[in-house]
């Protein structure tokens, strides 16, 4: 049986904050923005080229705003991805790489970033994501 990821919801304080972020800064594309009442709104975005969407809104999570660690993108081309970030004034880290020990330093011009180059960003309520670099799977 597969089983799949669709959602995740991130829980933010601003709603109509985080869909700007969300679709004009990092490029998601916006599936949806439903209200139902007053108490229940669902804002879904999806990252290009992505099965999994996120989910904003209002009356769907009891996690505090901004308090979401740990999610992944994955992109072709890390390089490419911080420039079109940073043009587009969504702060970023610098590029960083891992090796296998387990650390860190900065990216160098030559460095080969698949699999373990990688930058860091927040929404504006802090929730955090990691944008790593995977150009060819084993």
């Known amino acids: 049986m597969n089983w799949t990821l669709e959602v995740v919801v991130v829980p ?3 709603i109509d904050q985080a869909k700007v972020f969300y679709e004009q800064g990092l490029g998601f594309h916006l599936d949806f923005d439903h209200r139902w009442g007053e108490t229940f709104r669902v804002v879904q975005l999806t990252p ?3 099965g999994c969407s ?3 809104g209002q009356g769907l999570t009891s996690m505090p705003a901004g308090s979401l660690r ?8 890390l390089r490419a991805a911080h420039a079109e970030l940073t043009g587009g004034q969504v702060p970023v880290s610098d590029i960083q790489v891992f090796d296998r ?4 330093r900065p990216a160098q ?6 699999n373990v180059g990688f930058m860091h960003l927040k929404d504006p309520d802090g929730n955090s994501w ?5 150009t060819d799977r084993p």
């Open 12 to 14: 933010v304080s601003d």
């Open 48 to 50: 290009l080229g992505s």
């Open 54 to 56: 996120i989910q904003l």
């Open 70 to 77: 740990g999610l992944q993108l994955v992109v072709r081309d």
């Open 101 to 104: 020990s387990g650390a860190q």
């Open 109 to 114: 011009a030559d460095d080969d970033l698949n």
């Open 130 to 134: 990691s944008v790593q670099q995977i």
